[in-house]
């Protein structure tokens, strides 16, 4: 039996947590070895969200990212040597509204020690042992940094490492590793990253495509394990969530929708097939998927995207074609929405096909 949902849809198909995968699908595309633990010279976080909730006695920020510093494996650094990271946080454009398909981005930028670590929050809430910065320019989104010189020019420094800690509520806490990204391995520790120019602005980019003197590619495709709710397995609550994301960002200017289709495969190997459209950056619950697509519910699951690309709309000036997709599979098992709930999330596997990808601006 074969489900078929048209349309910006596939809710249910996302309503995840890890789960084993299905033995039909040793073929899934392999996990991109350039995105992985090892400490690169771009870090992603795939997902920030601004507010406050109370915490041990006080208003604490729903987000703190934690970002440290390695000595490159290849390399010789001093005690005293700072480590510069140039940040951006970048938000999701607005569908609803063709003027309005701009993500919007504001940069910082820090310095750390090797070996050393800073902590921060996208809600530029003072809070003891943090680095204040500009709060982001929205409610959820990612943060991207890459490593870079006095004169903030792109460096390779593969030593970035870091997590997010995410706090939906006083007692439902969760964290994830960042995604590294590592620079062309023949260039040398503090060599200078090559920009791309962009063709529609002459501006300069950062280009991810494994090329000389740029930084290695990404997948374009995400696999996650998923668990999805059934009304026989006994949690009286589940929300579940995915997070996608592209690289291939035009920040604080208006970008092409990004499509990605998703085949979903249950417990039972059964198939269901489905399309998603997003801006930059998505965060998708199951909402209502569970009655139209009952048929599907079983406790394990695997999703697997097809390729990511970008598809001209309106009079926008974009690149159209293939596009990197990272993402985040989240959810939440208690017996009550965000009260004494048990909270996991996991980042995806990305298949080794590699996409060219440019972030704009550098500047």
Known sequence: ??????????????SAALGPAMPALAQAPEAVTTTSSE???????????????????????????????????????????????????????????????VCKETRFDLALSVDGKVSFNPENLPQLGNTRVPAAPCPRGYLIGWVTDDAH????????IGNAVLRDSSTAILSYEAVQVRAEPNLATRAGITPGV???TAAPT???????????SIGGQVLADVKSHNATYPVSFRNASLILLTLDVRSNRPNYPTFVSLDYYNEAEVRASASWDFLCWAEVQPSDADSRLSGMRTRNGVAMSGQAVKTPFGGISDIPGPVTLLGLVQTNDGPTRGLNNITYIFNNLHNSNPTPTVFLPLD
Request: include cysteine; glycine fraction near 10%; hydrophobic fraction near 35%.
């Open 1 to 14: 039996m074969k489900f078929v949902v048209k349309g910006p849809r596939f809710l249910f198909f996302l």
């Open 39 to 101: 400490p690169g010279s771009v870090i992603v976080f795939p997902k920030f969200v601004r507010g406050t909730v109370p915490f041990d006695g006080a208003t604490t920020a729903q987000t703190e990212i934690t970002i440290g510093a390695r000595c490159p494996r290849d390399a010789t650094c001093s005690e005293s040597e700072q480590v510069r990271i140039t940040f951006r946080w970048v938000c999701p454009g607005n569908p609803d509204n063709a003027a309005m398909y």
């Open 198 to 200: 962009d063709p529609r």
């Open 153 to 160: 020019r792109p460096i390779k420094y593969d030593g970035l």
């Open 206 to 216: 950062l280009v991810f495509d494994g090329g000389a003197g740029h930084y290695q």
